[in-house]
T-cell receptor
């Protein structure tokens, strides 16, 4: 593994189903993030984690949950998917130590909720 | 509220120069980032500005004026591979990135 991986690449999901998007990084970065990207809108932060064992809510956290049991993994769970959660989801990580820490992004998961 | 504005779409000619503007209003300021995103791919880091002035990196330069809440990304000697969306993002007082919607740059031969 080099960088950040996400799984699945894409998924079609029935409304009401539970879904976990996986994210793994091998850069030993402290901070990790989940964003959603919708047409015509900027990336919006869902949840973040500044270090293993801690998580925080971003701009659009409702309907999503995260956990950070270790440094490498940061899964995002949709407890009961709704059509408005149709989006492209990006996981990102950064050193987090300085304001100028760039964020590295995974390849994204394209999720469609029907 | 927090707001990042950038043009939705721009068109330029191969070999030319293009300037993509970004204006922002955020709660606090800890730096401004530019990212490039090709269609269907993840964003990748281009530049970071925290002090006023111009930062040059090869064909790409980024400018910041904190007093005006303004930045621009300057792309020189445009190549077809520069066709992409360019995302402006500001790090706010909570060290979270606030993102603009992106500018889609179309390069014509």
């Amino acid at each position: 593994i080099a960088g950040i991986t996400q799984a699945p690449t894409s998924q079609i999901l029935a409304a009401g189903r539970r879904m976990t998007l996986r994210c793994t990084q091998d850069m030993r970065h402290n901070a990790m993030y989940w964003y959603r990207q919708d047409l015509g809108l900027g990336l919006r932060l869902i949840h973040y984690s500044n270090t293993a064992g801690t998580t925080g809510k971003g701009e659009v956290p409702d309907g999503y949950s995260v956990s950070r049991a270790n440094t490498d993994d940061f899964p995002l769970t949709l407890a009961s998917a709704v059509p408005s959660q149709t989006s492209v989801y990006f996981c990102a990580s950064s050193d987090g130590g300085d304001a100028n820490s760039e964020q590295f992004f995974g390849p994204g998961t394209r999720l469609t909720v029907l | 509220g927090q707001n990042i504005d950038q043009p939705t779409e721009m068109t330029a000619t191969e070999g030319a120069i293009v300037q993509i503007n970004c204006t922002y209003q955020t709660s606090g300021f800890n730096g401004l980032f530019w990212y490039q995103q090709h269609a269907g791919e993840a964003p990748t880091f281009l530049s970071y500005n925290v002090l006023d002035g111009l930062e040059e990196k090869g064909r790409f330069s980024s400018f910041l004026s904190r007093s005006k809440g303004y930045s621009y990304l300057l792309l020189k000697e445009l190549q077809m591979k520069d066709s992409a969306s360019y995302l402006c993002a500001v790090m706010d007082s909570n060290y979270q990135l606030i993102w603009g919607a992106g500018t889609k740059l179309i390069i014509k031969p």
